[in-house]
């Protein structure tokens, strides 16, 4: 069965998904004579395959066009989907640190995007054609989603054969759409705050082949529109938000509703619509607006708001509105875990399925009242940035509950270590959930006593030792069960490794930390090979916030990731993948974990090119933007290395290799230097 939602409470959700976690290992530890032997030596164990990657990591279902893995056990990636070919995403990596880019490291594929901008595109056109639609469509990309310059210039380029339009919700924002887009024909769909400069910015802009249209979304901006239009004697294009009663579903399901951010109420848009009148400006009013939310799963909640605005922008024509647009708004979804379900981290529908139900619902409510119909608009932005941006970035080191053997207790040893060795020794398949609870129970009694002062720091960590290779025993018997018992469903996660890599969560991955948004990561190489650890993400900074926990899977959630044990001196790279939108933007500086390096990767004939390359921040970059300014901190330094050479705290030639390594560090990149190669 298919997820349908995070409800507590789905016992039964939890146990697959747990099963589903844990499946990929086959081996399991048996005792025999108070030693520890493989199943595999009684069963020959089945090879592990890229199919089995592919099924574990979900690739096929997250990833398709345009990432999968070859026979090498790298992941590929095909920017231009299913049209061209193919770039190892492995070899990719290594080339580019050949050049001196080092990890963590964000790569654009230039190809994806302009890929996602033709198929939003060809999908609308199918539905049109498809429902013989009198009109046409236009995009727009919301710049809020991806500001990086480099990749609004491909979006400009990308999207000229399609009349592709820009997006502003802010005043900045404005400034960047009015610069970069020059594309004859293409909307300006201004959002946001405004004020008195806001509005007029955009109603001049007319003058230069724009055609920007001002949606209304506070009462007030109706007055300020009028006023800037008296003002430059320009009539604007005006367009109307709608609260609409029809509501989001998910995190951003209060985007719409009486009480949203945006956006006018039924009265509030008579009242607008009233005052154009006044103003003799009502022909004006040509768009209709709506937003219910992000990453709407579900296509039912899209058609039922469709229909709502539907109705709303054939009463505004019946009022005498020169109505020509019907924007959508945003909220066409990116399936994150490849489960293709009206979960939060999915959705239940195709883009396809989006265009016809868009183009289908408008028909049918003009067609009742014998309007002309609209040009349809809509503002997807999470659907055409994800997929162009992946983060590699690369494991320093690992954390693992002890693996060792544990010697024999003896008669000299306390009572409670000779009770969990005798414990440890009872481990069965028939037993196995009673002696879990036995082994707990004990190292709890342990660490007791030794609060009492009846247990050394020696003795405590003999009992510990002996609590976890219980625990490992245990864990081996689990994994080969059908069903997990309620009381052992945490304990993968009680025995995960903790994986520390060279990233700041704050930095490139915030929604994962700020509202538990889930991205597809897996390793990029190995993939030939089962991954027989569990392991969680910690990344560099010091806080205890900057963990990755939580992971794709089919249904619901695992708190745990598969991952391979690390060879000495050899890289193991991991990627965050559809992470194009919002990500970079709202990064942010804790610990002064800076900009990562950035490269734009284009497909050719004879493999790829390097379009741009954006170093990173360095550390005197960063230290800039808290208003330090590295020649002072050099001099302060060279100030007390002076004092302390005075005072024969320091030699020379230790004051000089201090300086030399702090000017040095300045200028290198805020994150890790990886000693594998």
Not at 115 to 127: Q, T
Not at 184 to 207: F, H, M, S, W
Not at 489 to 498: R, T
Not at 579 to 591: F, R, V
Request: charged share 25%; hydrophobic share 40%.
């Amino acid at each position: 069965m298919g997820k349908q939602s995070k409800a507590a409470g789905d016992k039964g959700a939890e146990k697959e998904a747990t099963q589903n976690a844990t499946s990929a290992v086959k081996s399991v530890v048996r005792p025999v004579d108070g030693q520890t032997v493989a199943a595999d030596a009684e069963q020959p164990k089945k090879s592990w395959t890229i199919e089995d990657s592919e099924e574990l990591y979900r690739i096929q279902g997250w990833g398709e066009p345009y990432f999968s893995i070859n026979a090498a056990g790298h992941v590929t990636v095909s920017p231009q989907g299913d049209r061209g070919g193919s770039l190892d995403l492995f070899e990719l990596v290594n080339a580019l640190k050949q050049r001196n880019l080092g990890l963590p490291l964000l790569i654009r594929f230039s190809d994806i995007l302009e890929d996602r901008i033709e198929r939003l595109n060809a999908c609308f056109s199918r539905a049109i054609a498809r429902y013989n639609y009198p009109g046409v469509y236009r995009g727009v990309f919301p710049v809020k989603c991806n500001q990086q310059r480099h990749l609004i210039e491909d979006l400009v380029r990308f999207g000229k054969p399609h009349l592709f339009g820009l997006e502003a919700g802010s005043k900045p924002e404005l400034m960047i759409v009015l610069a970069m887009l020059d594309t004859p024909g293409a909307l300006v769909i201004c959002n946001g705050y405004k004020d008195k400069e806001y509005i007029e910015t955009a109603i001049l802009a007319q003058r230069l082949g724009y055609t920007p249209i001002i949606v209304l979304e506070q009462a007030e901006e109706v007055d300020l529109v009028i006023e800037a239009s008296h003002k430059v004697g320009i009539k604007p294009l005006l367009g109307v938000r709608a609260k609409l009663n029809n509501k989001g579903i998910g995190r951003w399901g209060m985007s719409a509703g009486d009480r949203a951010k945006f956006g006018l109420t039924i009265p509030e848009i008579i009242n607008a619509v009233d005052r154009l009148k006044e103003a003799d400006m009502l022909d004006s009013l040509q768009l209709l607006h709506f937003h219910i939310g992000s990453q709407i799963s579900a296509i039912s909640v899209v058609k039922d708001a469709i229909r709502e605005a539907s109705q709303i922008y054939v009463e505004l024509a019946k009022l005498g509105a020169n109505m020509q647009y019907l924007d959508v708004g945003g909220g066409l979804a990116v399936d994150y875990d490849g489960s293709k379900t009206n979960f939060h981290a999915s959705k239940n529908y195709s883009m396809q399925n989006y265009a016809y139900d868009v183009v289908a619902e408008v028909k049918e409510a003009c067609e009742e009242k014998g309007l002309t119909v609209p040009t349809l608009v809509s503002e997807s932005g999470r659907a055409i940035a994800s997929h162009q941006s992946v983060l590699v970035f690369d494991v320093l080191g690992t954390s693992d509950v002890s693996s060792e053997v544990p010697a024999p207790a003896n008669d000299k040893e306390h009572l409670i270590i000779r009770n969990l060795y005798e414990t440890y020794q009872s481990i069965r398949v028939e037993n196995y959930q009673e002696t879990y609870h036995d082994a707990t129970q004990f190292k709890e009694e342990a660490i007791s006593l030794f609060g009492f002062g009846y247990l050394s720091l020696t003795e405590r960590a003999r009992a510990e030792r002996l609590y976890w290779a219980c625990c490992r025993k245990i864990q081996a018997i689990v994994r080969q069960q059908e069903y997990v018992p309620d009381d052992l469903e945490d304990l993968e996660k009680i025995m995960s490794s903790i994986y520390y890599v060279n990233l700041s969560v704050f930095q490139s991955a915030p929604d994962s930390w700020a509202i538990d948004q889930l991205f597809p990561i897996m390793p990029i190489h190995r993939l030939r090979e089962e991954p027989l650890q569990r392991g969680t993400l910690a990344d560099l900074t010091c806080d205890s916030d900057g963990k990755i926990d939580q992971f794709i899977d089919l249904r619901d959630v695992k708190s745990v990731l598969e991952l391979h044990d690390l060879h000495p001196q050899e890289p193991y790279y991991l990627a965050m993948f559809l992470g194009g939108a919002y990500q970079e933007i709202m990064g942010n500086l804790h610990n002064l974990f800076g900009d990562t390096n950035t490269v734009h990767i284009k497909l050719t004939p004879k493999g790829y090119e390097i379009e741009h390359v954006v170093k990173g921040d360095t550390m005197k970059e960063v230290l800039s933007y808290v208003q330090y300014d590295s020649e002072d901190l050099i001099e302060n330094i060279r100030r007390r290395t002076e004092q302390a050479l005075q005072d024969h705290q320091i030699t020379l030639q230790e004051s000089q290799m201090l300086l030399q390594n702090y000017e040095q560090s300045l200028s290198q990149y805020t994150y890790l230097s990886s000693s594998a190669s």
